[in-house]
């Protein structure tokens, strides 16, 4: 169903934790419901806003790691989970987990009650069902979420499984997909599927949202077309609410994890909206004592202090900013805050201090943010370069994405 390779939940995030990163795993009790949840953030004092995660259908809290690693890095508690509900007397994984609203905020809750939490700064990321999910909490809890990011959701799951905004290929498969759908249901009549299915559906539930929205959907999604997200960005504003539409020229179902340059550019398109949001990173990010310093917001004042580790994550995330960007990267080499030696194939620094940028494997660097506030381009050519497009498409959505790395 618009697949075309199998998903790398690390396509555009970190393999590896950074430097200062903590992670661990629970499970909460919520009966009829078990929540299972992956946390990261940084190993200081916060409180930090918070993003709660949720991958797409089948997958679990532990895939969407590489994602908490990012966001943590960033200044936020990350939280994925997924959820296993309690059936003829076992927990098992099923299409409707949730059955009531207090289902859908328990993840609220849980994320309430985590240390170093600023619960007035919630944001929600979801790909797939996991941002039907998002849609649903933002819904169910308004005055309780800032942001919200979801990924090709489908909104509207009555509409969608008549097939009728499928490609004729493809409405076949939506016979197995509803006898499924029924099955996972449990429902005792048509009446009580059909309720179940509208409860599910985002769209019905629009007009109790309130947290700015930014839908991102590929314009080659066949499994969820990308009318699903269209449709409820045009319900939000006929609403006054405030939403974007971002639309990925290329993107199929799931592009994120399997397309790089089209992943790259919808997940700085995430970041700055988070970020515009829920504010990761307070003016003063400095206090007194040197264990509240943030070396990921303050690099400077990092180096400054007396504080080893400190000085190792704030050269961590300053090393992976100079392997992007050879011209920051000059700067960071003079000021011995980066090892040149380290650069190894992105840039080096010579014995004149200055950077040569070489490429062995083919990659590219394009400022997505300055394409997009210079305006270079306003009517790009279908077939010209992806990342000028996708640039165009970021700019007529309203945000301002952060440099990114695009590989070819």
């Not at 508690?77 to 927990?91: H, K, P």
């Amino acid at each position: 169903m618009g697949c075309d390779s199998i998903p790398d939940h690390y396509l555009v995030h970190p393999r590896e934790p950074a430097a200062g990163v903590v992670t661990w795993e629970e499970s909460f009790v919520r009966d009829p419901l078990v929540v299972h949840a992956r946390v990261a953030r940084l190993q200081r004092r916060g409180p930090f806003p918070v993003v709660i995660v949720h991958p797409e259908g089948g997958k679990t809290a532990d895939d969407m790691q590489g994602i908490l690693w990012d966001l943590a890095a960033r200044g936020y508690v990350a939280i994925a989970a997924d959820y296993w509900r309690l059936i003829d007397g076992e927990y098992r994984r099923n299409m409707f987990a949730w059955r009531s609203e207090a289902d859908s905020t328990a993840i609220l809750d849980i994320a309430r009650d985590l240390p170093e939490v600023n619960q007035d700064r919630v944001g929600l990321l979801g790909f797939s069902l996991g941002g039907v999910y998002s849609l649903l909490i933002a819904a169910h809890a308004p005055e309780r979420v800032s942001a919200v990011v979801a990924y090709y959701p489908v909104t509207d799951f009555p509409s969608w499984l008549t097939a009728q905004r499928a490609p004729p290929w493809m409405r076949p498969a939506f016979y197995g997909i509803h006898w499924w759908f029924r099955r996972e249901s449990g429902a005792r009549s048509d009446e009580e599927y059909e309720q179940m299915l509208r409860a599910a559906s985002p769209y019905y539930a629009a007009d109790a949202i309130t947290a700015p929205v930014l839908l991102v959907h590929g314009d080659r999604d066949t499994s969820a077309p990308i009318a699903e997200s269209e449709r409820m960005a045009e319900r939000l504003r006929e609403l006054n609410r405030n939403v974007e539409l971002l639309v990925v020229p290329g993107g199929r179902h799931i592009f994120n994890f399997r397309q790089p340059r089209e992943a790259a550019v919808a997940w700085a398109a995430t970041v700055a909206w988070l970020d515009a949001h829920l504010n990761p990173r307070p003016a003063a990010n400095l206090a007194a004592d040197p264990a509240d310093l943030d070396p990921v917001a303050d690099f400077d004042r990092a180096f400054d202090q007396d504080d080893q580790p400190a000085h190792e994550v704030a050269r961590d995330v300053l090393q992976s900013e100079a392997e992007a960007d050879p011209h920051r990267a000059c700067e960071h080499c003079e000021a011995g805050q980066v090892d040149a030696d380290r650069l190894e194939d992105h840039e080096h620094a010579d014995r004149r201090d200055r950077v040569a940028h070489k490429r062995a494997d083919g990659g590219l660097h394009a400022d997505i943010e300055v394409a997009a506030r210079e305006q270079r381009i306003d009517h790009p050519a279908r077939d010209g370069p992806v990342e000028v497009r996708l640039a165009c498409e970021i700019r007529s959505a309203g945000v301002k994405p952060r440099r990114v790395k695009l590989r070819r």
